[in-house]
């Protein structure tokens, strides 16, 4: 295996891991709240990457068109692989290089997709919140994220 695939492999398993069991490197004091109104609590805070933000917000009218682009990938992808599998049963025999084109253009289309996803879809895609009363952008964190302020659950909205 290559050292960057395995670098990769070891990155991705420690990042799951980290996500998974809420560990940190550098953890915080969590915001102290009484015990009745913890219930009823969510924590915000203001949003950071505000160039990507912009970024994805600029991509959002392309959207439509990366999809399109994407089936028709797709749908060219099924054709080539269809047409390889069907040359190597006509000929009974396995032919390693009519699958090379169909491999190449997969690999590609693959990570063309991740790269665009990553564009369009920015982490705070997914946690970006409105709150009621506040002007501003904001995203849900944790208790013990720098910056952090504890609000109502009923006056955040996504």
Request: hydrophobic residues 50%; contains cysteine; neutral net charge.
């Amino acid at each position: 295996m290559k050292p960057l695939m395995l670098f990769a492999i070891v990155a991705l398993v420690s990042i799951v891991i980290v996500v998974s069991f809420g560990l940190q490197l550098a953890p915080n004091a969590p915001i102290a709240l009484s015990a009745e109104s913890v219930p009823y609590a969510l924590y915000i805070c203001p949003t950071d990457s505000t160039f990507w933000d912009g970024f994805a917000t600029a991509l959002q009218p392309f959207h439509r068109y990366f999809i399109i682009a994407l089936f028709a990938v797709v749908m060219l992808l099924a054709f080539s692989w269809g047409w390889s599998l069907y040359q190597n049963l006509l000929s009974d025999s396995f032919k390693r290089d009519s699958f090379k084109k169909p491999w190449q253009l997969t690999k590609y289309t693959f990570w063309v997709s991740v790269i665009v996803l990553l564009f369009v879809m920015t982490p705070n895609h997914f946690r970006t919140v409105t709150v009621d009363g506040l002007s501003g952008e904001y995203v849900l964190c944790e208790s013990d994220t720098p910056g952090a302020r504890a609000v109502r659950y009923d006056a955040v909205h996504n």
